[in-house]
């Protein structure tokens, strides 16, 4: 028993414990995100980005150079298709985020106790601040670029030429990744330094490789695509997104989350997090006024200035330092400052279990609820895009190729990535397939969804009341259907309708198809006068629902519809 205890106290089964958690952080994520869909720049890539060329692979995306996951995407796609790609995808995002933690780990236990080192390596296998990375499959992305970065740390700490060589492939890769690979470079360039004289000079190649090719490749977009982010006069911003950043970063790993009146979460409060920087900043400084400042925190410490100072150089009013896009890197490069401080005195084992009760309970149980919510919201708003995805496919023997399905959804246009016409898209659907919901899985979806696919198919089908003074002259063949206000009436495609007001006031006519309620307006007919509804024929049998509003009395004239189809 003795036995087991010091070795329980010397962390000989943090790695285990570590595996563990992470086969538990595999199924959990794949999990949590089962409902979910292309999400946020996914869907950019589908539209702008899908095939394979030098321009897609080398434009920036937001200043980042992309073209590693940009070849999984397209290998993805490729493979399995628009509509089945997205769980080979979210399995290498999942893969990604195994990885980082278990580098992490394999860094940090050679400069802290094991078990401190599993303490954020865990953590950050369900960072709920960091949702975009963890709760979504474009982590991948950035995620891989931290994977990589990681990597290359870990081989430099083998001193080998082999791990060397390994390093700069690895550093290299994340470049290729995404530009949260630059502060690695930083960390590898400073390791490689404490070397010491000659080796530090000889084995500069392993971070200045990478970083001159990221250096011309930044030239030629910034020369060749303009409208770069970056502001160089952002630099007075760097100390407060330091502390900002820093401060939401502590906070997150301390599971310090707002909760709404219906007790869920909808926001991390930060502020708790500046006392705590503070206290760190004042602990750096002490030590480094001491003269006991480990050199190898030098590495951390360098990358988390670096770091912050990219980030500054970006805030804008929609990219601020607290941003949850930020906060994964952000942590990863505090542990990598904060661990080579702490003392390596092993609290007794008593002292383990009250830390572990006490990260289960304050750190991981908020997290893992917050990125169980944000994965339900992730799954709302991809359902939103596939619904009205779904109505450009239910209307392609319409819809105009340049058809804008935005402009049909003003209200949802936030949290929508629609294609920017129907064209591209419906012909990248004939190659790739589909990634839209199938009709019954509109019809099974929240109502949010379903509205949205009744306004894109309306806008696509170029649904609207057309108004004359007399417009209707076929009234007493097909037959007077009287209408009280308010009342609705189903129609099935394809049919004319006339619409004929019975008294003075103006008419509002709306409609729904797959939607609870009938919102979608097809416009007013002004008093004394009358107006037609062409409803053509699409890929759906469902019926129409029309609603009228405004007047006392409205008769509709329903005419059947020549049914021949017309090409987009």
């Not at 070397?195 to 392993?206: D, L, M, T, V």
């Not at 490749?217 to 160089?232: E, F, L």
């Not at 360098?302 to 500054?312: D, R």
């Amino acid at each position: 028993m003795e036995r087991l205890k010091a070795e329980l106290e010397a962390g000989r089964y943090a790695l285990p414990a570590l595996l563990v958690a992470m086969a538990f952080a595999a199924v959990y994520l794949i999990w949590v995100t089962r409902g979910a869909g292309f999400y946020l720049d996914e869907w950019n890539f589908i539209n702008d980005r899908l095939e394979l060329s030098a321009d897609s692979l080398l434009r920036p995306y937001v200043d980042n150079l992309i073209a590693i996951p940009l070849l999984v995407y397209e290998a993805a796609f490729k493979t399995f298709g628009l509509g089945g790609a997205h769980l080979p995808i979210r399995v290498v995002w999942a893969g990604c985020v195994l990885a980082c933690s278990l580098l992490l780990f394999l860094y940090l236990r050679r400069r802290t106790l094991a078990w401190v080192a599993f303490i954020p390596s865990c953590l950050l296998l369900a960072f709920g601040a960091a949702w975009t990375d963890q709760a979504t499959s474009v982590g991948l992305v950035r995620l891989s670029s931290v994977a990589a970065g990681l990597g290359s740390l870990v081989a430099l700490d083998r001193r080998t030429p082999r791990a060397d060589l390994f390093a700069a492939v690895l550093l290299m890769t994340a470049i290729l990744s995404h530009s949260a690979a630059l502060p690695f470079v930083v960390g590898a360039a400073v390791t490689v330094a404490l070397r010491g004289k000659p080796e530090g000079w000889r084995s500069a190649w392993i971070w200045a490789t990478p970083l001159v090719i990221y250096l011309i490749w930044a030239v030629w977009g910034r020369i060749s695509h303009p409208g770069s982010p970056i502001d160089v006069a952002n630099l007075a911003k760097a100390p407060q997104a330091l502390v900002d950043g820093n401060a939401t970063v502590l906070a997150g790993a301390a599971g310090r989350y707002l909760t709404n009146d219906a007790g869920r979460i909808y926001k991390l409060d930060h502020d708790p997090g500046f006392p705590l920087v503070g206290l760190l900043a004042a602990w750096i400084a002490f030590l480094a006024i001491r003269r006991r400042f480990p050199r190898e925190a030098l590495v951390g410490l360098s990358m988390l200035l670096s770091y912050w100072l990219l980030v500054a150089l970006v805030i804008s009013p929609v990219r601020q330092p607290t941003s949850d896009r930020y906060l994964y890197v952000g942590a990863v490069l505090l542990a990598i400052t904060v661990a080579p401080l702490i003392p390596r005195r092993s609290p007794p084992l008593l002292g383990w279990a009250a830390i572990a009760v006490a990260l289960v309970v304050f750190s991981l149980a908020p997290n893992i609820r917050a990125l169980s919510q944000a994965a339900e919201n992730v799954e709302e708003a991809t359902d939103e895009t596939r619904a009205g995805l779904a109505a450009i496919e239910l209307a392609r023997d319409r819809v105009p190729k340049g058809f804008k399905a935005d402009n049909a959804v003003p209200e949802f246009e936030g949290g929508l990535y629609l294609p920017r016409s129907a064209g591209p898209y419906l012909a990248a659907v004939d190659h790739h397939g589909s990634p839209a919901l199938s009709e019954k899985e509109l019809i099974e979806r929240d109502d949010e969804a379903r509205r949205v696919a009744d306004a894109v198919l309306a806008g696509a089908l170029n649904l609207h009341l057309a108004t004359k003074r007399h417009a209707f002259t076929g009234r007493s063949r097909c037959g007077p259907h009287p209408t009280e206000a308010g009342g609705s009436v189903q129609v099935a495609p394809p049919v004319r309708i006339g619409l004929v007001p019975m008294t003075a006031a103006g008419t509002e006519v709306t409609a729904a198809r797959f939607a609870d309620n009938a919102d979608v307006s097809l416009g007013r007919i002004p008093s004394g006068r009358e107006a037609t509804l062409a409803i053509p024929r699409d890929r759906s049998t469902w019926p129409w629902r029309l609603q009228v509003t405004g007047a006392t009395r409205v008769t509709l004239c329903r005419q059947q519809a020549p049914s021949r189809r017309g090409g987009r």
